[in-house]
């Protein structure tokens, strides 16, 4: 017996017409859309997708200034899809004629796609529990008003709402960059930022554009790292803005500074390395990475090195039945978390899935064709020749 009671009457109607899922999606950001769109193209009908807040909620809490360092480009018709699509045939860069989108402006591109295609989102609905169900052969995914069941359960929950608040003592003492809705709200003139990937550099970055005074504190000084994999260095979009900025005589870049504690002193707070101590009369800003939403069924996977572990589908190791997509995906050196790395996974997802319902795959071998169906990882190479 399934009992569902969601407040929300869109929600509601549909979810008591289903008593159990195919397959629950977890999220509606751009890698739930993305994977819904696919499940779509694949004649999945019984699916759907529990979203806590609305479409795209994430990208409606960055910072207002902030924009995806991504460009976006319409190259579709010519075989390249738009670096921020997330299905065939989009392109965010057509609709709001921008090639760094804000935060809003993608999760409408993600609102637009959804009601195009009717995807089935259930916005409202907060997952709070899954349960291996062995009577069903699933799980049983528990929401505020009830357990729904699902043969299937597709994680994409994704980071930025999971920040990490303890990366070191005193860190309560500072403003996570998650927590800002404009930098324009901050107060005082000069700051300091304790981290320096690209969080941390865009903080910087809009803070000096309004006149402040700012020092970026990194354990490694990225804006130095010249990997050419954009997830482990700065992109080149940052790197240039970083360089405008650094003319002006208001940023000061200090790598190699492993932080270690955070004190409230009278003029302000003191930051602590091992071996030096800085001051900054305004809360320290952390933009020192997220904590990610997958510690929430953390009992379901195995992990090493902080990643869960996941098979060459995307499964966890000892949860069958259990798929990640989106930013915490990672296998090996490869790390999927950009737009563009992430969204090839989706067809090798729906793909296992389309053998265990047995369901006819064909239609997949279009996200072959189109660099969207990557199930050969030894093609990640970021090695480049000049
Ligand atoms: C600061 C920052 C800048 C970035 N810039 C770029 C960029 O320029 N280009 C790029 O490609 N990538 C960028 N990324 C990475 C990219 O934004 C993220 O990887 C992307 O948002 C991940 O999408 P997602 O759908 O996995 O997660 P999200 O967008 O976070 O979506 C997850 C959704 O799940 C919902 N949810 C969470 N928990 C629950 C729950 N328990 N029950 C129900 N629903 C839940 C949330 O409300 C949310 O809508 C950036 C990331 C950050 C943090």
């Known amino acids: 017996m399934i009992i569902i009671l969601v407040n929300y009457t869109r929600v509601s109607s549909l979810m008591k017409k289903l008593e159990t899922y195919d397959v629950v999606i977890v999220g509606a950001g751009a890698a739930g859309i993305g994977m819904g769109v696919v499940l779509r193209d694949l004649g999945l009908e019984n699916f759907a997708i529990l979203e806590r807040h609305q479409i795209g909620e994430s990208f409606r809490r960055w910072p207002q200034e902030m924009n995806f360092i991504t460009p976006s480009f319409p190259g579709h018709g010519f075989g390249q899809l738009d670096l921020n699509a997330i299905a065939r045939k989009t392109s965010p860069a057509i609709i709001f004629r921008r090639e760094h989108l804000n935060g809003n402006q993608y999760a409408k591109y993600l609102e637009i796609i959804a009601d195009r295609i009717s995807l089935p989102v259930h916005t409202g609905v907060e997952v709070q529990k899954i349960e291996v169900s062995p009577q069903c052969h699933g799980f049983g995914i528990h ?82 790292n010249t990997d050419p994999d954009p997830s482990v260095s700065l992109s080149p979009y940052t790197l240039q803005r970083v360089e405008l900025c650094c003319s002006t005589g208001r940023l000061e870049l200090i790598g190699n500074v492993a932080i270690e504690e955070v004190t409230a002193i009278p003029s302000g707070y003191a930051i602590h390395s091992e071996y030096d101590k ?17 510690k929430r ?10 990643y ?20 915490s995906v990672r296998h090996d050196k490869a790390i999927f978390c950009f737009i563009y790395k992430f969204r090839q996974r989706f067809a090798v997802v729906a793909n296992s899935i389309a053998r265990r319902l047995d369901l006819d795959p064909a239609a997949l071998e279009v996200y072959r064709d189109e660099g969207m169906f990557l199930d050969d990882l030894s093609c990640c190479d970021n090695d480049c020749i000049c």
């Open 297 to 306: 069924i953390a009992n379901l996977f195995n992990w090493s090195d902080g």
């Open 143 to 224: 929401v505020p008003d009830g357990v729904i069941q699902a043969q299937f359960v597709i994680w994409a929950a994704g980071e930025f709402q999971y920040p990490n608040l303890n990366p070191f003592p005193g860190a309560d003492l500072c403003l996570h960059n998650s927590q800002v809705d404009s930098w324009t709200q901050l107060q005082g003139d000069e700051f300091t930022i304790l981290g320096g990937y690209e969080s941390g550099m865009d903080a910087a970055v809009n803070l000096v554009a309004l006149g402040k005074k700012v020092k970026v504190l990194d354990r490694s000084g990225t804006w130095g």
């Open 308 to 327: 869960a572990r996941l098979n060459d589908e995307d499964e966890s190791t000892i949860t069958p039945g259990l798929f990640v997509v989106g930013p």
């Open 278 to 294: 800085w001051i900054s009369p305004t809360q320290p800003i952390i933009c020192t990475g997220f904590e990610g939403s997958l």
